[in-house]
């Protein structure tokens, strides 16, 4: 049974990661920012009593559940505004893009040469960019498998499909993400 302040330290670790999973997905700051405050407030009231081990893949499905959660909300919600065209949204908010590029300590770019940190922020960019091109489920593979570093079962177990499903979805990204880059003359 985790404790509260191994429960405290376990969302405190996985907030940053889980937000921009959501943001990739939503592409939009506010949205993403609730739907994981939502998910961390569910998983401290349905399974704080669980061991520390449970508690990554259990906030993963949390989190993947709120986030279809509110695009069924802004589907329902987009069918009443297109009836009521005086509701309408405006469509500038559509185009938002993650700009905050939150930096691991591990990898900080202090005490490097300008020029590598400029190329390495650029490349971040890119990247971003064409992970937020990946179909849904291809993204959420490849974002589980190689950011959050979970291995193949515990992907299939989050995801809820087979884990050659999960294989197939991360070599399709992988292959993806490497022809865009080729085609951007980034090489590695």
Known sequence: MASAKELSDFLKSSEKRAFKQVLYAVRDE???LD???DAMIKLSQSYGDKNIEELPLLFTRIVQNCTKDWFRRQKVRNTWVTLFS???KNDADEDAHPEDFLENPETSSFGQESSKQLERMELSTILEKEIE??????REAFLMRYWEELDISETASAMGCSE?????HCSR???TLALALKKLGISF
């Open 30 to 32: 506010d949205a993403a």
């Open 35 to 37: 739907i994981v405050q």
């Open 86 to 88: 005086k509701f309408k």
């Open 133 to 138: 091109k990946l179909p849904n489920r291809q």
């Open 164 to 168: 050659g499903s999960v294989k197939t």
């Open 173 to 175: 990204a992988c292959h």
